[in-house]
């Protein structure tokens, strides 16, 4: 399918990219203040979740200032992928982002070190096109489907389409802010988003076929929080400060939630009845790994072992740092 090739085309520019310099951190020797460079997915530069609420109201930094840190750059990029080349090059310190374009990129080679899940059970679901579509997944056999590849909702439409033996004629890559106007035009059958524009494609009238979290809760995706191995080793107590910055942030998060929606509602776009239908407090876990978390972790790498997205299998205990 063509989504094999979409997956290699991203894997082969990031391998190309890994031995790239790009500018160095600005982390340098004891003492010294730097900024720390942040890459998330999304747009505005902002961050989601606890972490971002935490930085909004400027507490970051000074969780972090034991380091150094005198200052954070958040660079937001529209996918994983993408994300990975910028870490590939050198251009970040650290990144939170999905978890299978952060699997992919280790299997890949890439030297990253995960630090911290700060989300568990990312849904997502498939819905159609509003005449005329599929109304199941075995409607979607010889069907054009959209998805944003490289993703975890493109790791859950896989498996859900695997496990029920249906084979699409395409699965097309496209953002997931642009979905809405290829099913409009009948350009694909179906797409796979996240929860937040199910809801918000529902509203408008597209079927829903599937839901992750209803009937392939084993493809519900997490967050990872990675560091390159270059900054970790400048910088080996960005483990536990970070680890500490996202208890205390989803503490405060959850301690003022409707400040916390007004704040997503303001990164995403979204308007406040999609957010608050899509956004749940159990999914930001009080610590930074968890039995469920990593559960969920180590079904995702298998399943991308499994159809060869991973190019090189690795140990997640040694990805993993839970501590310095």
């Not at 979740?49 to 150094?68: E, I």
């Amino acid at each position: 399918m063509r989504t094999r090739t979409l997956l290699a085309v991203a894997t082969a520019a990031l391998l190309a990219l890994a031995g790239c310099g790009g500018e160095p951190s600005e982390a340098a020797g004891p003492g010294d203040t730097f900024t720390l460079r942040i890459g998330a997915i999304g747009n505005g530069n902002k961050l989601s979740g606890p972490v971002g609420y935490l930085n909004s109201k400027n507490g970051l930094v000074p969780a972090l200032s034991s380091l150094g840190v005198s200052g954070v750059k958040v660079v937001t990029f529209p996918n994983g992928p993408d994300l990975n080349q910028a870490l590939a090059a050198g251009e970040l310190d650290l990144a939170t982002y999905g978890d299978t374009p952060a699997l992919v990129a280790r299997g890949a080679k890439q030297p990253t070190r995960l630090i911290a899940q700060s989300q568990i059970n990312l849904d997502a679901g498939i819905l159609a096109k509003k005449s005329g579509g599929p109304t199941s997944l075995a409607g979607l056999a010889g069907k054009k489907v959209a998805v944003q590849t490289g993703s975890y909702i493109h790791r859950y439409l896989l498996g859900a389409l695997g496990d029920a033996g249906v084979k699409p004629a395409e699965v097309i890559h496209i953002y997931s802010a642009d979905v809405e106007a290829a099913l409009e035009r009948g350009d694909v059958d179906a797409a796979a988003v996240p929860i937040a524009n199910v809801e918000a494609l529902k509203a408008k009238g597209y079927p829903l076929i599937t839901l992750a979290s209803k009937d392939h809760r084993q493809y519900l995706g997490t967050s990872s929080t990675v560091v390159t191995e270059k900054f970790l080793k400048a910088e080996p107590g960005i483990v536990s400060a970070w680890q500490q910055a996202q208890r205390d942030a989803t503490t405060k998060a959850k301690a003022d939630w409707p400040g916390f929606l007004a704040y997503t509602v303001s990164i995403n776009g979204f308007p406040p009845k999609i957010v608050e239908a899509s956004t749940h407090a159990d999914q930001w876990p009080a610590e930074p790994f968890t039995p469920e978390g990593l559960a969920l972790l180590k079904g995702t790498k298998q399943f991308l072992v499994e159809q060869k997205f991973i190019r090189t299998d690795f140990n997640l205990d040694d990805w993993i740092v839970a501590h310095p």
